[in-house]
């Protein structure tokens, strides 16, 4: 904690009272109707769907779990065209789902996806330093289902903002100075992108909460290996470091090294300079974000992280952009410029006008080159990422910076008064 965040003028009630982000007419009777409604529009919108239609990525995780649990060969098979690209205890996971009718599943999942959200929601809030009411915590909720990461994970049946949910409690704890780790290794198990999130636990020389991390995954490596031992070294041996079993140039995949891909005409045109680029964005970032930790900054620490894993991941398609949603409230709580640039973000990861762009190569597969103008609006979602790590990147280094935000004592009460 720096010496700034402990001499916040302000008493800690004055600071946690008041509407987030200054937003008094959240709490005026028909904005708060209007909020309820809309909440209730998108659960019963979500709950419909769910019922109707048998989500793609959900299905191939229930067909994964039934894979383990009958003894298939868990990367031999395509089920509805599409490997299972995830470590073999992902798939464990899923297995007691298979004595449950599938529909009651995806009716669970789709609403449990928006429960996730409205909890982020509330822990994003709390670690921007609010006390968020009921009907604030709707709205941001609200919002941030509109958001195609949101929406598109909820078409798939995708396990991203589960896996944010799980980290973002770690994040909490380790803001509230008490022992993490559990959550993020447990995603970082499930799915491999959540695992730089460790590298902040390092960075900020958490080693309790890293090795914490680290054990945690190790064993949850440990049980894959015990329910699928062969699927496991596959896996482990070749698998999880191979991108040709998925498609890389899709138009989805916002990472710089896809960028590259599309715009050079394929992954055979990229060198070992990209990940000597990867390299060096991933420690920037992660030395940025435990810079942010350090000053007591976890929210803009987490979306910084987040951002970083994005990027440098090879693989990084729309729904895995869920870290949007703490980036923006960072953005909201920042300066007039600042709130400016979170809205032109949430129209852009709204809208995700890259879906719009032509598409080329093979039917089907949303492969994007060369088309002059349009690429940026092709790689929308990776620029964004960058321009936000570049604004993060200003604000945290400029002379004197403090918490990023014009109202940053607001963060003091969540980490100094535990």
């Not at 995954?217 to 290996?225: N, P, S, Y």
């Not at 929308?380 to 400029?398: E, N």
Request: proline content about 6%; overall charge positive; glycine content about 10%.
């Amino acid at each position: 904690m720096t010496s700034r965040l402990d001499a916040a003028p302000q008493s800690q009630e004055a600071r946690d009272s008041g509407p987030i982000f200054g937003w008094t007419w959240l709490e005026r009777p028909r904005v708060r109707r209007a909020v309820w409604a809309l909440l209730g529009a998108e659960i019963i919108t979500v709950a419909v769907f769910s019922i109707v239609y048998r989500p793609f990525d959900l299905n191939i995780y229930l067909w994964g779990g039934r894979a383990v649990r009958h003894g298939l060969r868990l990367y031999s098979v395509k089920p509805d065209h599409n490997w299972f690209t995830y470590p073999p205890f992902s798939a464990s996971l899923f297995t007691p789902l298979d004595a449950i009718p599938q529909v009651l599943v995806q009716l669970l999942w789709g609403l449990g996806t928006i429960a996730a959200i409205a909890w982020c929601s509330l822990i994003c809030l709390r670690l921007a330093g609010y006390r968020p009411s009921r009907t604030e915590v709707a709205a941001v909720t609200v919002a941030g289902v509109t958001l195609e990461p949101v929406y598109h994970t909820l078409f798939l049946g995708q396990i991203n903002v589960f896996l944010m949910t799980l980290v973002l409690w770690d994040i909490w704890r380790a803001a509230r100075g008490r022992p993490a780790g559990v959550g993020t290794g447990l995603a970082a198990a499930i799915k491999l992108v959540p695992a730089i999130f460790i590298g902040l636990f390092l960075f900020t020389r958490r080693i309790r909460d890293t090795v914490t991390a680290v054990v945690t995954m190790a064993a949850c490596i440990g049980i894959g290996f015990l329910v699928d031992p062969a699927g496991s070294k596959l896996y482990w041996n070749r698998l999880a470091y191979d991108t040709s079993r998925v498609n890389v140039p899709y138009i989805s995949n916002q990472s710089v090294y896809s960028t590259f891909v599309r715009i050079m005409g394929g992954s055979s045109h990229v060198g070992v300079w990209v990940q000597v680029i990867a390299l060096i964005l991933g420690l920037f970032g992660l030395v940025m974000a435990a810079t942010l930790a350090r000053r007591g900054d976890w929210l803009a620490a987490a979306a910084v992280t987040g951002a970083t894993g994005l990027l440098v991941s090879p693989i990084s398609w729309t729904h895995h952009w869920v870290w949007i949603l703490p980036g923006l409230i960072v953005l909201l709580r920042g300066g007039r410029a600042a709130r400016i640039g979170a809205g032109v973000a949430y129209v852009l990861f709204v809208l995700a006008p890259m879906w719009w762009t032509p598409l080329t190569g093979t039917q089907g597969t949303g492969q994007f080159g060369w088309h002059g103008l349009l690429t940026p609006i092709a790689n929308c979602f990776m620029i964004a990422g960058v321009v936000f790590l570049g604004y993060m990147t200003v604000r945290t280094y400029r002379p004197a910076a403090g918490p990023l935000d014009t109202e940053s004592d607001r963060i003091a009460p969540i980490v100094s008064s535990k």
